[in-house]
């Protein structure tokens, strides 16, 4: 999760997460050289070394016409990728289904027979100590670890927006219409997630929490919830 005075992302727990924090890095990096480039020829200018031959030379032009199209192939290339894979829903081992409301997350899990449920956030004056404000939910999402999960998000009245940042997951909840996306846990932990979207007075007291746990406790969770 976010700590204070922190500047990157939230740690990677997801494949995708891991190539969205490369893609930032070499979008960076590329954008560093731009600025280097950019602060060598203005110190040129400020210099005089430049003089108007070199302003108008035809290999000039032609250098500042290239570059930028390679420039936006570097960046399209790894983000084109990054979204194919984002889109790739193949064989799930796990389809859950998140509906929005005003203000709290319904879950149902469709593989199994009647295991739904209703997850509001823990109110501050209830929070149990050491837990953290405005995140705890009482019924956490359990999913298991290295599964690829399908989820289909949807809304039952406004606009909504299931997201957790440290899987890389973020989809809009459409009164009317199911989005999915997917994601794989790596590793086993507890990830916290909001609302993403303004929905109303108490848009910031909707949060989600997505426990990643080994199959084995994943299916004596499940077996508890159902029963």
Same mark, same amino acid.
């Given at each position: 999760?976010?700590?204070?005075?922190?500047?990157?992302?939230? %740690?990677?727990?997801?494949?995708?997460?891991? &190539? /969205?924090?490369?893609? +930032?890095?070499?979008? *960076?990096? =590329?954008?560093?050289?731009?600025?280097?480039?950019?602060?060598?020829?203005?110190?040129?200018?400020?210099?005089?070394?430049?003089?108007?031959?070199?302003?108008?030379?035809?290999?000039?032009?032609?250098?500042?016409?290239?570059?930028?199209?390679?420039?936006?192939?570097?960046?399209?290339?790894?983000?084109?990728?990054?979204?194919?894979?984002?889109?790739?829903?193949?064989?799930?081992?796990?389809?859950?289904?998140?509906?929005?409301?005003?203000?709290?997350?319904?879950?149902?899990?469709?593989?199994?027979?009647?295991?739904?449920? %209703?997850?509001?956030?823990?109110?501050?004056? &209830? /929070?149990?100590?050491? +837990?953290?404000?405005? *995140?705890? =939910?009482?019924?956490?999402?359990?999913?298991?670890?290295?599964?690829?999960?399908?989820?289909?998000?949807?809304?039952?009245?406004?606009?909504?927006?299931?997201?957790?940042?440290?899987?890389?997951?973020?989809?809009?909840?459409?009164?009317?219409?199911?989005?999915?996306?997917?994601?794989?846990?790596?590793?086993?932990?507890?990830?916290?997630?909001?609302?993403?979207?303004?929905?109303?007075?108490?848009?910031?007291?909707?949060?989600?929490?997505?426990?990643?746990?080994?199959?084995?406790?994943?299916?004596?969770?499940?077996?508890?919830?159902?029963?």
């Amino acid at each position: 999760m976010a700590n204070h005075s922190q500047f990157g992302f939230q %740690d990677a727990s997801s494949p995708i997460m891991e &190539e /969205l924090v490369e893609f +930032h890095d070499h979008a *960076l990096m =590329v954008a560093l050289a731009i600025c280097s480039l950019v602060l060598y020829l203005l110190t040129l200018m400020l210099m005089e070394k430049l003089s108007s031959n070199t302003v108008d030379a035809q290999e000039v032009e032609l250098i500042w016409t290239i570059l930028p199209a390679i420039v936006l192939i570097l960046l399209a290339l790894p983000s084109l990728q990054i979204l194919y894979m984002m889109d790739e829903i193949d064989e799930p081992d796990l389809t859950l289904k998140a509906i929005g409301h005003q203000w709290y997350w319904s879950y149902e899990y469709t593989d199994f027979k009647d295991l739904t449920f %209703d997850s509001y956030m823990i109110p501050t004056t &209830e /929070l149990p100590p050491g +837990h953290f404000r405005l *995140l705890e =939910v009482d019924h956490r999402v359990v999913v298991p670890m290295e599964s690829p999960i399908r989820i289909i998000v949807t809304a039952d009245d406004v606009l909504h927006s299931w997201a957790v940042p440290s899987l890389g997951v973020k989809t809009d909840a459409i009164p009317g219409r199911l989005n999915q996306t997917s994601f794989i846990t790596t590793r086993p932990g507890i990830f916290y997630g909001q609302c993403s979207e303004i929905c109303g007075a108490n848009h910031s007291y909707m949060p989600i929490v997505v426990e990643s746990t080994p199959l084995t406790h994943f299916e004596s969770w499940s077996s508890l919830l159902s029963s």
